[in-house]
């Protein structure tokens, strides 16, 4: 598996990423508070909050107090295990400070939530009747993670690789990801991951960054291109400068 852990970032680090921060630290206690709760009470919280999709569209009663349609919000909050959330904040916390300093605070937190409702909107239209209840940031995240490649395409990442550190472009570590989600989409069982929501969260991202970033945001386009090298051969000669050496 390939795990990032930071990026050669060229932006003006005196800008604060205040709303990735955020996201990170509300996820980190939502998830602590979850994991104090008694059996009980956590099974009732996943109830309240989680999104199910025969809940959304209405073929069984809401289990919670909160209304079906607000669970596209608040599932993105909640998550499984210490595996989980420490996973998805780790992706967030490489990638979504770029996003943030390209969009802004305010548009940036739009997007991220966003693009959770498509990964929880995808989710529910793969399996409308289903009963399974969906939880975690990973639509989010996977929309910010699309939305990287766009702005940053051949920024270095380090990753792990296992144990091994590695130095990768960009667009080769989203690729991956990328591809491994669309990969499981037709050959994974059903299980714990739902790949339909990092699909609608991916395909959001795709959608809404380009129409919400600023104009001078220009997409696919490497920030600090490699020049040409050019190989001489031979003793190089000194460049002088011009001047008229004719006969008068």
Request: charge should be negative; proline fraction near 7%; hydrophobic fraction near 50%.
């Amino acid at each position: 598996m390939v795990i990032p852990i930071y990026d050669d970032n060229p932006f003006n680090q005196s800008v604060t990423p205040v709303a990735t921060w955020s996201l990170i630290a509300v996820n980190l206690a939502v998830f602590f508070y979850e994991a104090g709760a008694p059996d009980l009470g956590l099974e009732r919280l996943i109830d309240t909050f989680s999104l199910t999709p025969a809940a959304l569209v209405g073929d069984v009663a809401a289990r919670g107090w909160v209304p079906p349609l607000a669970t596209l919000f608040t599932y993105q909050f909640f998550h499984a295990s210490l595996t989980h959330v420490v996973g998805n904040m780790i992706f967030l916390w490489v990638f979504g400070d770029d996003i943030e300093q390209a969009l802004g605070h305010m548009t940036y937190l739009a997007f991220y939530l966003l693009c959770g409702v498509g990964g929880g909107v995808a989710f529910v239209a793969n399996d409308p009747r289903s009963g399974i209840e969906l939880i975690g940031a990973s639509g989010a995240i996977a929309g910010v993670i699309v939305a990287y490649v766009m702005l940053r395409p051949c920024a270095k990442v380090t990753v792990l690789l296992a144990v091994i550190p590695l130095r990768i472009s960009a667009y080769w570590v989203v690729g991956l990801f990328v591809v491994l989600q669309l990969w499981n989409l037709g050959t994974a069982p059903e299980g714990d991951v739902a790949y339909w929501c990092h699909f609608g969260g991916m395909l959001t991202g795709a959608i809404l960054f380009p129409l919400m970033k600023p104009r001078d945001v220009r997409l696919f386009e490497c920030l600090h291109p490699v020049p040409d090298t050019v190989l001489r051969i031979g003793p190089r000669r000194p460049i002088r400068p011009w001047r008229d050496d004719r006969i008068r």
